[in-house]
């Protein structure tokens, strides 16, 4: 066999070996953090706010501390960096490559990054397999163990979808 004719089967090869990792990564479990204060998670964020005109949101995202204490990176799709939030009892801070904003808590921030009101003491205690619904909220953990959850928000208008794909550690 010529060097060509091995070449001509590198594109399989590869498409097997993509396709065994992907099967891999779907049997990986999904770790809950046993200290919230070291809790990290990464993965696919997807907002959908039912407004006039409708919004749509979706970012890599890396969340890392505590309600009360942390750090909630968003990037695109192709890894640039869109926000860095940080909060802390003392200050919420907002980073964009334009700016710089401070904020009074990381509920006011996070709706203004968002575009929508996020309950971050929820949001962790969903990522950790705890069902607590906020008022107005309802939320699916039945997928976690797969790395997904989706929270709704059906009170106060409008409506919002959330969706999380976490990836495996």
């Known amino acids: 066999m010529t060097l060509f004719g091995a070449w001509r089967w590198a594109p399989a090869a590869l498409l097997a070996l993509c396709g065994l990792s992907l ?16 809790a990290l998670w990464q993965g696919r964020l997807a907002v959908n706010i039912a407004s006039s005109p ?3 949101f979706s970012a890599n995202f890396l969340l890392e501390g505590s309600p009360s204490e942390g750090a909630l ?23 964009t490559p334009q700016e710089r904003l401070q904020f009074e808590s990381v509920d006011a921030m996070v709706a203004h990054s968002l575009g929508t009101a996020l ?5 962790f ?11 107005g909220w ?6 976690l163990p797969a790395g997904r959850l989706r929270a709704r928000r059906l009170a106060p208008a409008p409506a919002a979808d959330i969706k999380i794909i976490l990836e495996p550690r």
Do not use: H, I, K
Request: hydrophobic share 45%; aromatic share 8%.
């Open 23 to 38: 099967l891999s990564a779907c049997a990986s479990f999904y770790p809950r953090p046993t200290n919230s204060a070291q």
């Open 54 to 56: 409708a919004q749509a």
């Open 73 to 95: 990176e968003l990037s695109s799709l192709l890894g640039m960096r869109v926000a860095t939030l940080r909060w802390s009892p003392q200050a919420a801070t907002l980073q």
């Open 125 to 135: 205690a969903w990522l950790q397999g705890d069902a607590f619904a906020p008022p």
């Open 138 to 143: 309802e939320v699916d953990l039945q997928d």
């Open 119 to 123: 309950p971050m003491a929820a949001l």
